[in-house]
């Protein structure tokens, strides 16, 4: 087995590049677009996001469709990939969505320091997972892997897609634009600021471009891993 699952970020945004406009789930993405990305969390063994996420948008990280849900269920696997989030202050909602929603486990990783907190608020709900002094994504991964993940899909925010794109543990991304502009610099962005692999001098792989109704999705290719 592979140090660290595959993993897939996946992310829509505005025409100015912002994932949101600072309230809850703006709808960047279209109806085609989300089967599209139920038909990716049906092919992942766990979906992970940001714990700004679990509690802005409160989402239930489900697949959708019976019949995707049927055919993981016919492999032996739950109807739904398991969930993984991350958090310094562990103030998430024992009630929110991410851990009532769905029979798959939760995991919840949190730096050593956190760990007694982030159980008694959520030890019924999700695994609390010690991630060490501070919680790093290589770690993280390794830790994924060792509990069975092999492909794992990142669906942000935009501090998490910084964590994996600048460490590294990215071999694909999938960046759906929407025709829109949020305009606002408060909003969150795709990424934050960091150092990334590509840059000028290093482009990267730009594998596949789709069309769906009226957003666009940019597949890129991140590394030798990429699977076409
Ligand atoms: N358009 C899209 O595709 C899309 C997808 C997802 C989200 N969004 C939007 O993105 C926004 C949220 O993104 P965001 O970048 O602000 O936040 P985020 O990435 O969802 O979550 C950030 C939080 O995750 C925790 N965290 C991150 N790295 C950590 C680490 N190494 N160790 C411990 N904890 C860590 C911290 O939680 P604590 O604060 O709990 O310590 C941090 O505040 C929302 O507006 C949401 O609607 C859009």
Redesign the pocket.
């Known amino acids: 087995m592979s140090d660290r699952p595959y993993t897939l970020l996946?992310?829509?945004?505005s025409l100015d590049g912002y994932?949101?406009d600072?309230k809850?789930?703006?709808a960047?993405s279209n109806e085609a677009d989300l089967d599209r990305v139920d038909d990716v969390r049906a092919s992942c063994d766990a979906i992970m996001?940001?714990?700004?996420?679990v509690r802005?948008?409160n989402p239930r990280l489900l697949v959708r469709s019976p019949a995707r849900r049927e055919r993981r269920r016919a492999r032996g696997l739950a109807p739904s990939p398991m969930k993984i989030t991350?958090?310094?202050?562990?103030?998430?909602d024992a009630r929110s969505n991410f851990f009532v929603a769905g029979e798959a486990e939760k995991l919840v990783?949190?730096?050593s320091s956190r760990v007694a907190d982030a159980c008694a608020r959520l030890g019924p709900v999700a695994t609390i997972v010690d991630?060490g002094g501070?919680?790093?994504?290589r770690r993280l991964s390794e830790d994924l892997a060792d509990r069975g993940v092999e492909r794992l899909m990142v669906?942000?925010?935009?501090?998490?897609h910084t964590?994996f794109l600048t460490a590294g543990l990215a071999d694909e991304l999938h960046l759906v634009v929407a025709p829109f502009f949020v305009g606002d610099s408060r909003a969150?962005r795709f990424v934050e600021d960091g150092r990334f692999p590509w840059n000028k001098d290093r482009r990267a792989t730009l594998a596949d471009v789709e069309r769906l109704g009226d957003v666009v999705l940019l597949r890129y290719a991140l590394s030798d891993r990429y699977e076409d």
């Not at 996946?10 to 945004?13: A, F, I, Q, R």
Request: glycine share 14%; with cysteine.
């Open positions: 996946s992310c829509s945004v994932l949101g600072r809850p789930r703006l960047l996001v940001g714990a700004a996420t802005t948008d991350v958090t310094d202050r562990a103030d998430l990783y949190t730096p991630g501070r919680v790093r994504m669906e942000g925010g935009g501090t998490i964590q969150p």
